[in-house]
């Protein structure tokens, strides 16, 4: 498992140390526009703690934090009116995962066909 590095991009958006392009928010996570999207919906949803991948968010966040994260998802997916026409579920973890910022996060990508999109 990554130690969590507190000088990551996601800690400092969380902290208001760096501009980012707000979505939607709750007590436990933030929702924001990724900076390099990749469809034409590409949103990032991050804890609001310090968990540096998937299985580290789920080993040792308390079920509020989890149930939070993901009502944030479901939120965002509504908003952007994604329920109807899909969308997709993002997260990797790890350096064999492709992850490079080591602060979980999940990228909702849709508002077109997605499916084939790596």
Do not use: C, W
């Amino acid at each position: 498992m990554s130690k969590y590095r507190k000088d990551n991009v996601f800690n400092k958006i969380l902290h208001n140390e760096i501009p980012y392009d707000f979505v939607a928010e709750n007590e436990f996570a933030l929702a924001f526009r990724d900076i390099d999207p990749k469809a034409n919906v590409h949103v990032l949803v991050i804890p609001k703690g310090e968990f540096s991948t998937f299985y580290d968010f789920h080993s040792t966040a308390n079920s509020m934090q989890i149930v939070g994260f993901y009502s944030l998802i479901n939120e965002v997916i509504s908003s952007m009116k994604l329920v109807q026409t899909g969308f997709k579920l993002v997260s990797r973890a790890g350096s064999n995962g492709g992850q490079e910022v080591l602060h979980f996060h999940v990228h909702i990508l849709g508002g077109e066909n997605v499916a084939d999109m790596p």
